[in-house]
């Protein structure tokens, strides 16, 4: 046999795991363990399958620069493609990050079927054919047909969806066209976050929770009755800023305990840096998961 380096030992030991679980007639490993960082989640009813772990890019980032990036392309890319290689298959980017041709040097080292990753972006267009025009340089930067989710950048204004309606729907006429499979909002206030959740158009919130209320839109028992009742609706929801950008990471187990036990978020991104990373928040995940206490 010939000798295996890491990479190639990383995809025969997923080859090999995916031909047992097809032998055992089980579909999908989340049906073994429901609290794996790879388990796979559903997002309300968009149909859209995602694992609970996803791999955030834009850690303190603004104007196509964030601490990913910054670290320069070999790191980041080896972040990446480490990430598909340990089984996450969410990528949370956004044209402020800059992450996208990263990605697509990623997908093309690591041989990533398109079909297998669930990618998010976002927007930061306000008016709608600014929104046409980067949902196409979008789609050329990753080199995809396709973009799974396209949130709405960072709303902040409680009559958002009104002001934004022009946008709104130049985003359901690119899922119409097949271009995106569905689309909704990150926002930045808690009066924007109620508007999204009542909103029947938003199909995704992208919502900062944790714990302590650390870079949240307010204190954490003001938010969870706005994401129940997004959930509730039907929305997909997916939680970040799990450890406060960083300042609680301290206290990662405390904050992955609490927000896996909450009936109101589908998955979670984290912003990585090194593979070591996303090692160890695999770990964390598959340990304090099961004692996840049901909020």
């Known amino acids: 046999m010939r000798n295996l380096n890491r990479r190639d030992f990383m995809r025969y030991s997923a080859a090999a795991t995916a031909a047992a679980w097809s032998l055992r007639g089980v579909a ?10 790879t388990s796979k989640r559903t997002l309300g009813k968009t149909g859209i399958q995602t694992t609970l772990l996803g791999m955030g890019t834009g850690t303190k980032a603004w104007n196509k620069s964030s601490a ?3 670290q320069g392309r070999e790191a980041f890319v080896r972040a990446l493609t ?9 990528y949370d980017l956004a044209d402020q990050y800059g992450a996208h041709d990263y ?26 054919d600014a929104i046409t025009r980067d949902l196409d340089r979008f789609r050329m930067e990753i080199d995809t047909d396709y973009l799974d989710i396209v949130l709405l950048h960072c709303m902040t204004d409680a009559n958002w969806t ?22 909704g909002v990150s926002c930045h206030t808690l009066d924007a976050l109620k508007a999204a959740a009542e909103s029947p158009w938003v199909e995704v919130m992208l919502s900062r ?5 650390v870079k949240m839109d307010a204190a954490t028992d003001e938010v969870l009755p706005v994401l129940r009742k997004a959930c509730e609706n039907g929305k997909g929801m997916l939680g970040m800023k ?12 405390e904050s992955l305990r609490f927000v896996l036990g909450l009936d109101c978020i589908h998955a979670i991104t984290i912003g990585f840096l090194t593979p070591e990373e996303i090692d160890d928040a695999i770990r964390r995940i598959g340990t304090v998961g099961a004692t996840a206490p049901s909020a």
Request: positive net charge.
């Open 242 to 253: 799990i450890f406060g950008e960083g300042e609680t990471a301290d206290r990662a187990d």
């Open 28 to 37: 999908q490993p989340e049906e073994v363990s429901a609290v794996a960082a």
């Open 162 to 183: 009104e002001k934004m309606k022009p946008c709104m729907d130049a985003l359901s006429e690119a899922k119409a066209r097949g271009v995106i499979r569905a689309h």
């Open 209 to 213: 929770i944790n714990p302590f209320g």
């Open 68 to 70: 990913q990036n910054r």
């Open 103 to 128: 990605l697509k040097d990623a997908m093309r080292e690591a041989g990533m079927p398109r079909q297998e990753l669930m990618l998010l972006t976002k927007t930061n267009a306000r008016k709608a």
């Open 82 to 90: 480490h990430a598909y290689e340990r089984g996450l298959r969410y």
